[in-house]
């Protein structure tokens, strides 16, 4: 049985030494936290990785060691399980998803125990949820706390932008005014090709619904936003 069906569509579209024995002790875990800063930042930039590259990295015993307040390392793993979890979903594989899906879930809340201003980790949940099909009023909760800890971080924004797209007429209202403002900064701060593309990939109604927002920009902006959508048409 797949659960392809049920999920709406467009949705089934990563951590001085004391003594020699302690720099002995903590280094295999020190060098695990630099891979996986380096590895967060690659896949924040969208560096193409295979994914028998990111099953290899979770089964690590490095990933084993990392602490849970480590953010950025424990990002890294989030990212790479959330597109094994997408491949999973996609594949039909349903018990590898269900693993997979129920290992970020537990990995997101020890993260956000630790940092609960962890926005990334936020969206993360929220796209978690939406993978399942769930948009209940806790799953738009986790979306809206991915906005009130990260209002104006433009990375983020870019991500919520394409996460949040295809669910725009769902949204509760104050959400969804929430996300038509940033798609306005978007536009505004310089990411007019990045809003262009999801305003491309976003349905007929949605794409309606935002016509007002795009109008609201001064002329120079909306005439920015409009050559990069075009490009992204050709």
């Known amino acids: 049985m797949s659960l392809a069906p049920h999920i709406p569509r467009g949705l ?18 020190s060098e695990a936290a630099d891979q996986f ?22 089964a690590d015993a490095a990933s084993q060691t990392l602490s849970d307040c480590d953010t950025h390392s424990q990002t890294a793993l989030a990212l790479m399980e959330m597109r094994l979890t997408e491949i999973a979903l996609r594949s039909g594989k349903l018990e590898e998803f269900d693993r997979l899906s129920n290992s970020l879930e537990a990995r997101s809340r020890r993260v956000l125990t630790c940092a609960p201003r962890e926005a990334f980790i936020w969206l993360l949940a929220f796209s978690l949820e939406t993978l399942h099909g769930r948009l209940t009023e806790r799953t738009f909760n ?20 394409f996460v949040g797209m295809p669910l725009l007429l769902v949204m509760p209202v104050p959400l969804r005014l929430s996300f038509l403002n940033e798609f306005g900064q978007l536009i505004s701060n310089g990411f007019q090709h990045e809003a262009a593309l999801s305003y491309w990939a976003a349905s007929l109604p949605i794409r309606s619904y935002l016509q007002p927002q795009i109008q609201q920009l001064d002329s120079f902006q909306r005439q920015r936003f409009w050559d990069a959508f075009q490009k992204i048409q050709s």
């Open 12 to 29: 089934t579209l990563t951590v001085a030494a004391l003594g020699l024995s302690w720099a002995i002790f903590v280094l295999p875990t």
């Open 37 to 58: 800063r380096y590895l967060e930042s690659q896949l924040l930039h969208s560096e193409n990785f295979s994914s028998t590259t990111f099953a290899q990295q979770l």
């Open 142 to 161: 986790l979306l809206a706390m991915s906005y009130e800890t990260s209002p104006s971080e433009g990375w983020i924004a870019i991500r919520r932008n």
